[in-house]
């Protein structure tokens, strides 16, 4: 049920934009979101759908496509892939350090709209 208010948000960015540019129809929403956000697909359509009907984004599709989690070294900067089944992996591949935080992979992006 988490998925409810975040989809409220989408769809309000798609509205705003849709009013703002006077677009008739909103036929998609493309998305970036990230591989440990707990987000869940089919629950974030099935959220929008029934947010979205009657207005200009009823039966639009949301397009999802799963984002990365990349980490970076807080001591050289060296940008790496997250490894979420091991911490050894999480250390920096360039100085060796443990100090790395979170940069990609657990938010969401509105990337595109697809309208007429």
Not at 14 to 39: F, N, P, T, Y
Not at 43 to 50: A, G, P, R, S, V
Not at 72 to 83: D, H, M, S, Y
Request: charged share 25%; net charge negative; proline share 3%.
């Amino acid at each position: 049920m988490h998925e409810l208010p975040v989809i409220e948000k989408i769809l309000k960015v798609a509205l705003d934009h849709a009013v703002k540019h006077r677009v008739k129809r909103v036929l998609a929403i493309h998305l970036e979101v990230g591989e440990l956000s707990d987000l869940e697909d089919q629950w974030m359509q099935h959220y929008f759908d029934h947010l979205s009907e009657g207005g200009r984004a009823e039966k639009a599709r949301l397009v999802i496509e799963r984002i990365p989690a990349r980490l970076q070294c807080t001591q050289c900067g060296e940008i790496f892939p997250f490894a979420a089944a091991s911490d050894e992996s999480n250390v920096c591949p360039v100085c060796v350090t443990g100090d790395c935080r979170l940069i990609a992979g657990k938010g969401y992006f509105i990337k595109n709209l697809e309208v007429l």
